[in-house]
């Protein structure tokens, strides 16, 4: 796929079919997120994989409570609190797969460079015609002791990015963009 179709294209997904996702498709579209430049060609990144829908469920249970006793009070997290309440909410939204992506070194740049990869796994996704979301509902508890021995993550690395992946039911409407804000200076 063009690479400008890939990017104007891709989009968050929310609503998925309920068919299994192929390990060697994963595996093909992780090749794609390992070409992601990082710091120091670190390449911290490690990448989790869950398909286990009951283990999916017992996460997004964990991740929502966390999130619940974490969150402030303020008025504008209303909206979030009344989702996280709902028992029917899978922050996951069912998706048949779940890839953490963590970092296993320590650095100052490792948020970034798994950042990095991380977009290139969706939008390698879309290019094959999947769908996938970034799911930050995930991140703190994911990095609590508790997430971690959910998913048998070793103590030092740190959990970056859950995404979400999976054939989408169909595709979710355009998002707007702002124009971007550019100074010209000099
Ligand atoms: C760091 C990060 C965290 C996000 N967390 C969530 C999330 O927990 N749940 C969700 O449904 N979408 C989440 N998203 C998706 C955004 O809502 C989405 O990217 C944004 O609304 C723009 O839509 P688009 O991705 O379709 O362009 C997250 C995206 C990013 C980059």
Not at 11 to 19: A, F, L
Not at 29 to 35: I, K, R, T, Y
Not at 148 to 154: H, S
Not at 164 to 184: D, N, Q, S, T, V
Request: contains cysteine.
């Amino acid at each position: 796929m063009d690479l400008d179709k890939a990017i104007l294209g891709r989009r968050s997904v929310r609503e998925y079919k309920d068919q299994p996702l192929d390990a060697g498709l994963i595996s093909t579209l992780l090749l794609a997120a390992v070409q992601a430049p990082s710091a120091v060609n670190e390449q911290p990144w490690t990448f989790t994989v869950v398909r286990d829908q009951s283990l999916l469920n017992r996460i997004s249970q964990g991740a929502k409570a966390h999130l619940l006793a974490t969150m402030s009070e303020a008025p504008h997290e209303d909206h979030f609190r009344a989702l996280l309440d709902n028992p029917d909410f899978q922050i996951f939204y069912h998706a048949p797969a779940l890839i953490l992506i963590s970092a296993a070194a320590q650095g100052p740049w490792i948020v970034e460079d798994c950042a990095l990869a991380a977009e290139n796994l969706m939008l390698a996704a879309y290019a094959a015609g999947l769908g996938s979301c970034w799911i930050g509902f995930a991140q703190g508890f994911l990095n609590t002791p508790e997430g971690k021995e959910m998913l048998g993550l070793p103590e030092p690395w740190a959990p970056v990015a859950p995404i979400i992946l999976g054939h989408p039911k169909a595709a979710p409407a355009p998002i707007p963009r702002k124009p971007p804000e550019i100074r010209w200076v000099g």
